[in-house]
C-alpha cells in the first residue's frame, strides 16, 4: 500500500491547496474555503455541529443552518482528496484530524512563533522568527468578510508585527544592521502608518552611517501621515529628525533636500518649459536649496508658482527647466509679505473666469519628439483668456489620476481624460493628434462633449514642413476659439462626483446616488447602490462607510459593525478628509471625546456644510448642551429629510427647557414622516414626560393596532413600561417572559434586550430580584454568540441582572466571556463597570461600587444610563449620604433622552420606585415639602398595585399622615 499523499493549505493572502504538489481546484466557492478554514484555525476542538451552524449562518433559523452545514460538509467531503482522512465527522461534532500528513502556513506561523518563545538561544530565536515572518504572505483569507474571521485575522496580523519587532531588535543587539533594516522596511510595508517603526529605520541608517538615508525615511515618515490624515508627525519622530539634523551640523554635511519633491516640481516645470536640461538639483545654489528645504512643496507645487508669479506680475524665465523655480525663489526674497498658501492658490484657481476644460495629450504621430508635447501647450496659452475659459491645472489632474489609483505619470489619453471630466464636471474635453502624411504634417483638434462622449467640434490644418507647424497650430488655435464661444451655451454642464478615490467610474456614481439616498432617509436604497458600488470595487472604503452608516440607521447594528470593520480595514484608500473623519469616528468609538471632538471640529472647517449631527452628539456626551443644540439645529435646517436631527433636537432642547423649540419641532417631524416609529415613541416620551398617563396608554394603544409590525412591538413595550409605573409587577414580569421571543423576531436582539432591562427592573422594584431568574435564563441563548459591540452590551446587562439577582457566580462567568469577545473583536467595554458595580453593592463595598459607577460614568452615554444613576443612589445612601443620594434618584426622574434609548425601558419600573426613595432620602434631609411630593407621586402611581406591594403604600400613606 502506498504511502498517504501530502496535502497543503495556504490560508494567509489568499486561498490555496496542494495535494502531493499539485493545484486542487475543485474547492472553488468561498463557502468552501471558510469552512475548511474555519476548521483548520481551531484543529485542536472537537466542534459542535450547531455552533459552526449558528457562525456561518446566523440569521438562519437553527434547522435551516443545520441543513446549510450538512449541504456545505457534503460538499467538501465530495471535492476534498482523502476526505475521509483529514475529516473526523459523526452526527453531533466535526474536527480537523491534526493525526494526518499536511501542512499549513497558517500552523507555520504558530509554530514558528511558539518555538521562538520557548528557546533562550539567540540564534534558534531568529531563525525561528524568519520562518514565521515568510510564511506569512499576506492577511487571512482576504476575501472573506465573516464577522468570525476578523479576530483571527488580527492575531496573525498581530503576531506578525509582534515578530518583526522583535526580530529588529534582536538583529540590531547583534549589530547586523543591514538585515534590521531589511526587516523594518517590511515592517513599515505592513503598516506605512506606524511611527515607531519610522523612527526605529531612521536610527539603524544613522547607527548604518548612512544620514542621508536616514532623513530620507522621516520624510517618507511625513509624507504618509499628510497624505493619509494631513497631520504632521509625533514630537517624539521630530527629536529623532531634528537629532539627525543636530548631528549632521556637527559634522558639517550639508543639510538634506527633500529631493523627492523638489525634483517633482523640477520635473513638472521642465515638461512645461518643453525642455529636457540638466536638472541636477546640487547644482542649485545654497540659498535655493535651503529655501526648499524649510517650505515643503504639495501637490499645488507647479500651480503655486505659476499662479502666484502670475498675480505679482513676476516675469517668468522660460528657458531651462530651473527657470521657474529661480523666480519663484526670488520672488519670495522680494515679495516676503505675500506668503504662498494652499489655501491661496486654492482660491486663485477656483476663481474660473470660464468654463473649466481638459485639454488632454496630443497624439504625436512624427518623428519629432517633442512636437506633440509643443502643440499641446501652445494651445493651453492660447486658450486661457479671462474671458474664455480655464483650463484645468496639471496638480488637478494628478490629484484625479491619485483618486482613480493611478500613477502620476499616467498619460492623459482621450478615454482617461473624459473619464476625469465625469468625475470633477468638466463638461468639455480637448484632443488632439499631430502627424506626417508623406513630406507635410497635419494637426487636428477634437471638442468632446464629456456627458455624451460626442466629438461636437473637428478641426484640421496643414503644415507643407516642420517650420509651418507653428503657424498652423496658430490658425488652430484662432479656429478652436471660435468653435469654442459658439458651443459653450450648448454644451451640456455635468455635476462633478463626489472625490473619493476609487479605479472605478462606476462605482463613484453608484455611491453617488447612494450618498443622495442617504440624506434624503431612504437608507434601504442607499444600502443597494452602496453593495453594487463594493462589488465593483471591493476595496471601497468609502462604500463600505455608507453602508455601515446607513445599516446603523435602520437598527441592524451586526451588519453596520461588519461594514465599519470593511471601512477600517481599507481605510488606506480614503481621501485625507475621510481619514481624518475615520480617525474621529475611531476616537468617538473609544470614548475618546475630547479627540472626538478635535477632529469633528477640525473637519468642520474643512467641509462646512457637512452634517454637524455627529459633533452635536460629542457634545451632548460632554454635558455642552448649547453647543449640541446650536450642532443639531444646524443639521436639521441642512438635511430636513432626516428624522435623526429632529429627535435628537426635541431632547435637547427639553434638557434645556426650551419647551416651544422642541414641540415646534414635533409638529415638523409629525408632518415630515407620519409612518415613523419615532415619531409615535416621542409622542409617547412626550406624554410620560408630563405625567399624561392616560393619553401616554392611548398613544400606545393606537401603536399595538398599528400594522407595521415593528411599531406594534414598540407599542407593546410601552403598555409594559406603564403597566410597571403602576406596579403591575407581576403582570410585567408575565407579559416581559412571554413578548421577549415575539419581540425577538420583530425587532430583533434590541427586541429581548428590552424585554430583559423591564424585567430586571420589576423585580428590583418589587425586592425580589431572584423574580427576574426566568427571564434572564430565557434571554441568555438569544444573546449568546453576537460578537460586536451591541452583543457585548447586551450580555453586560445579561451579568447585571444576574448580579442583582445575587448570583454572582453566574454574572461573573458571563463576565469571563464578555472580556474575552472583547478582547478578540477589539470591542470597548459599555457596561462592564456597570456590572461590576452591581457585584461590589452585593458584597457589601459600596465605595469600591461607586468607583466602577464613575468610570461608566465617563464613558460615551454613561451619564444617561438609568441603572447606573439607581445603584449610584444605593450605593450613596447605604454610605448614609442622603444628597448624594437624592441625585441619583432625581436623574431617574429628570434624565434627557426619556423613552427614546431602549435601555429607558429600565425606567418603567425604578421610575414610581425612585418617588419612594426621593421621598423617604428628602425626609432624612429634613426637606419635608420634597419629601410629601414625592412620596404623595409614589401613592398615586402604586394606588393599585400588586396586593404584595400594598404594605409599601401603606407605609407611604401613614409618613404622609404625619407630615
Known amino acids: 500500500m502506498g504511502e498517504p499523499g501530502r496535502l497543503h493549505i495556504e490560508l494567509l493572502g489568499g486561498f490555496k491547496l496542494q495535494y502531493n504538489g499539485k493545484l486542487i481546484t475543485t474547492i472553488d466557492t468561498p463557502r468552501l474555503h471558510q469552512l475548511l478554514a ?48 483529514f475529516l473526523i465527522i459523526n452526527t453531533k461534532t466535526i474536527q480537523w484530524n491534526t493525526n494526518t500528513n499536511y501542512t499549513s502556513d497558517v500552523c507555520k506561523v504558530e509554530d514558528a512563533v511558539f518555538q521562538a518563545n520557548s528557546t533562550d538561544d539567540i540564534e534558534l530565536k531568529v531563525n525561528y522568527l524568519k520562518e514565521g515572518i515568510e510564511a506569512y504572505k499576506g492577511p487571512l483569507l482576504p476575501e472573506c468578510y465573516k464577522e468570525w474571521i476578523d479576530k483571527h485575522r488580527q492575531q496573525f496580523q498581530q503576531l506578525y508585527k509582534e515578530s518583526l519587532e522583535e526580530l529588529i531588535n534582536l538583529l540590531e543587539s547583534s549589530g547586523n ?23 526605529k529605520l531612521m536610527k539603524l541608517h544613522a547607527q548604518n552611517n548612512n544620514r542621508a538615508e536616514a532623513l530620507q525615511a522621516y520624510y517618507n515618515c511625513r509624507d504618509s501621515l499628510q497624505e493619509e490624515f494631513d497631520i504632521d508627525p509625533a514630537p517624539k519622530t521630530e527629536q529623532v529628525h531634528q537629532e539627525l539634523l543636530d548631528s549632521c551640523k556637527s559634522r558639517k554635511i550639508a543639510p538634506l533636500v527633500d529631493e523627492r519633491t523638489s525634483q517633482a516640481a523640477m520635473t513638472s516645470a521642465s515638461r512645461d518649459n518643453h525642455r529636457s536640461p540638466n536638472n541636477d538639483f546640487a547644482q542649485l545654489p545654497s540659498f535655493i536649496t535651503e529655501t526648499f528645504k524649510h517650505r515643503k512643496e504639495s501637490q499645488y507645487s507647479e500651480l503655486i508658482f505659476h499662479k502666484w508669479l502670475a498675480v505679482k506680475s513676476v516675469p517668468i524665465i522660460y528657458g531651462i527647466g530651473v527657470g521657474i523655480i529661480i523666480v519663484s525663489i526670488l520672488a519670495v526674497i522680494f515679495w516676503p509679505q505675500s506668503p504662498v498658501t494652499v489655501n491661496h492658490v486654492k482660491q486663485i484657481s477656483t476663481a474660473n473666469e470660464g468654463t473649466s476644460i481638459l485639454v488632454t495629450e496630443f497624439k504625436n504621430r512624427t518623428d519629432q519628439a517633442d512636437l506633440g508635447l509643443n502643440i499641446r501647450e501652445s494651445i493651453i496659452a492660447d486658450l486661457t483668456q479671462p474671458e474664455l475659459v480655464r483650463v484645468v491645472e496639471r496638480a488637478e489632474i494628478e490629484n484625479a489620476l491619485w483618486r482613480m489609483r493611478r500613477p502620476d505619470s499616467t498619460v492623459i489619453t482621450r478615454k482617461i481624460g473624459l473619464e476625469i471630466g465625469s468625475r470633477d464636471g468638466y463638461p468639455i474635453v480637448i484632443s488632439g493628434v499631430v502627424s506626417s502624411i508623406g513630406s507635410t504634417y497635419q494637426v487636428s483638434i477634437q471638442i468632446i462633449e464629456t456627458a455624451t462622449r460626442k466629438v461636437v467640434v473637428h478641426l484640421r490644418e496643414p503644415a507643407e514642413t516642420k517650420d509651418d507647424i507653428i503657424k498652423a497650430t496658430g490658425q488652430l488655435s484662432q479656429r478652436l476659439r471660435e468653435e469654442l464661444l459658439q458651443s459653450l451655451d450648448n454644451i451640456q454642464q455635468i455635476t462633478p462626483l463626489p472625490k473619493l478615490i476609487t479605479p472605478s467610474l462606476e462605482a463613484l456614481r453608484l455611491r453617488a446616488e447612494a450618498g443622495d439616498y442617504f440624506g434624503q432617509g431612504d437608507f434601504n436604497k442607499a444600502i443597494i447602490l452602496a453593495k453594487q458600488a463594493a462589488e465593483l470595487d471591493t476595496a471601497f472604503a468609502s462604500a463600505y462607510g455608507l453602508l455601515s452608516a446607513a445599516h446603523n440607521n435602520i437598527g441592524s447594528h451586526e451588519k453596520s459593525d461588519h461594514y465599519r470593520r470593511l471601512t477600517n480595514r481599507y481605510a488606506n484608500t480614503l481621501s485625507g478628509h475621510q481619514s481624518i473623519e475615520a480617525l474621529a469616528n475611531d476616537h468617538f468609538k473609544h470614548d ?16 462646512p456644510d457637512r452634517s454637524t449631527f455627529q459633533l452635536g452628539e460629542v ?14 439645529r444646524h443639521d436639521l435646517q441642512e438635511s430636513p429629510t432626516r428624522i435623526v436631527p429632529h429627535i435628537a433636537l426635541i431632547h435637547t432642547a427639553r434638557k434645556l427647557g426650551r419647551e416651544e423649540l422642541a414641540d415646534s419641532v414635533m409638529v415638523l417631524m409629525k408632518d415630515r414622516f407620519p409612518g415613523s416609529k419615532s415619531v409615535y415613541i416621542n409622542k409617547v416620551a412626550n406624554a410620560l414626560r408630563f405625567r399624561h398617563l392616560d393619553l401616554a396608554d392611548s398613544l400606545a394603544t393606537v401603536m399595538v393596532d398599528h400594522s407595521n409590525r415593528e411599531i406594534r412591538a414598540w407599542g ?41 432591562r423591564m424585567s430586571i427592573a420589576a423585580a428590583f422594584a418589587a425586592k425580589s430580584t431572584d423574580r427576574a431568574l426566568p427571564a434572564l435564563r430565557a434571554a441568555e441563548p438569544y444573546l449568546w454568540g453576537r460578537e460586536n459591540s451591541w452583543g457585548v452590551a447586551d450580555l453586560e446587562v445579561l451579568a447585571s441582572g444576574y448580579a442583582l439577582a445575587g448570583m454572582i457566580g453566574e454574572a461573573e462567568r458571563v463576565l469571563i466571556h464578555i472580556d474575552s469577545l472583547r478582547k478578540a473583536n477589539d470591542i470597548h467595554s459599555t457596561y462592564g463597570p456597570n456590572v461590576r458595580a452591581v457585584i461590589a453593592l452585593q458584597k457589601g463595598r459600596p465605595k469600591e461600587a461607586i468607583n466602577h459607577l464613575r468610570t461608566f460614568r465617563s464613558q460615551r452615554y454613561g451619564k444617561f444610563d438609568p441603572l447606573n444613576m439607581w445603584i449610584w443612589a444605593e450605593a450613596h445612601n447605604r454610605l448614609e449620604m442622603p444628597e448624594k443620594a437624592i441625585e441619583g434618584y432625581r436623574n431617574i426622574l429628570y434624565s434627557a433622552r426619556l423613552g427614546m434609548w431602549y435601555w429607558s425601558f429600565y425606567r418603567g419600573p425604578l421610575w414610581t ?18 419629601a410629601a411630593r414625592h412620596l404623595s407621586t409614589f401613592v398615586e402611581l402604586w394606588e393599585e ?16 399622615a404625619r407630615l
Open 38 to 85: 474555519y476548521l483548520l484555525l481551531h484543529r485542536d476542538i472537537q466542534l459542535s455541529r450547531q455552533y459552526v451552524a449558528f457562525k456561518f449562518w446566523p440569521q438562519s433559523t437553527e434547522k435551516q443552518a443545520l441543513t446549510n452545514l450538512r449541504n456545505l460538509l457534503y460538499q467538501l467531503k465530495n471535492k476534498l482528496p482523502e476526505a475521509s482522512r
Open 177 to 199: 544592521l543591514k538585515e534590521a533594516i531589511q526587516y523594518t522596511k517590511k515592517l513599515i510595508q505592513h503598516d506605512s502608518l506606524n511611527e515607531s517603526a519610522w523612527r
Open 592 to 607: 475618546q471625546m475630547d479627540s472626538a471632538a478635535y477632529y469633528y471640529e477640525l473637519l468642520q472647517e474643512i467641509e
Open 619 to 632: 457634545y451632548m456626551i460632554m454635558g455642552q448642551l448649547e453647543k449640541a443644540l446650536q450642532m443639531y
Open 716 to 756: 407593546r413595550f410601552h403598555k409594559l413600561f406603564l403597566s410597571a409605573m403602576h406596579g403591575k409587577l407581576k403582570h410585567t414580569l408575565a407579559q416581559a417572559d412571554s413578548l421577549s421571543v415575539d419581540a425577538y423576531r420583530n425587532v430583533g436582539p434590541a427586541g429581548i434586550s428590552c424585554y430583559l
Open 913 to 930: 420606585l425612585a418617588h419612594e426613595q426621593l421621598g423617604y432620602a428628602y425626609l432624612a434631609t429634613g426637606n419635608t415639602i420634597e
Open 945 to 960: 398595585a400588586d396586593s404584595d406591594l400594598q404594605p409599601r403604600v401603606a407605609e407611604a400613606r401613614k409618613v404622609l
